[in-house]
């Protein structure tokens, strides 16, 4: 099993920045790859962004240049800043952690609301 702790969420306007934290229960290196995924209403949920162990990284077209995911092996914590922000970014973002025999585990979720 493995936890994930999320933070970071809130109301921003357009424009605006807000950076999540994703806190995992097991070393990030046990991970085949972590990253966020976000559900808007009526939508199903879709990847953000992905970090692999050693550091390569993969965006979702719509956030290419906008947003930035890291990570912190000591701390077992990645990131995801966001800036540039839309309203159309508005969802919940889940964090994902897919261990090495591909099962994932999902954090709690956390709210992001960009207002015009």
């Known amino acids: 099993q493995v936890q994930l702790v999320e933070s970071g969420g809130g109301l921003v306007q357009a424009g605006g920045s807000l950076r999540l934290s994703c806190a995992a229960s097991r070393t990030i290196f046990s991970a085949n790859v972590m990253g966020w995924y976000r559900q808007a209403p009526g939508k199903e949920r879709e990847l953000v962004a992905h970090i692999t162990p050693g550091g390569s990284t993969n965006y979702a077209d719509s956030v290419k240049g906008r947003f930035t995911i890291s990570r912190d092996n000591g701390k077992n914590t990645i990131y995801l800043q966001m800036n540039s922000l839309k309203p159309e970014d508005t969802a919940v973002y889940y964090c994902?952690?897919?261990?090495?025999?591909?099962?994932?585990?999902w954090g709690q979720g956390t709210q992001v609301t960009v207002s015009s």
């Open positions: 994902n952690f897919r261990s090495l025999l591909l099962t994932d585990y």
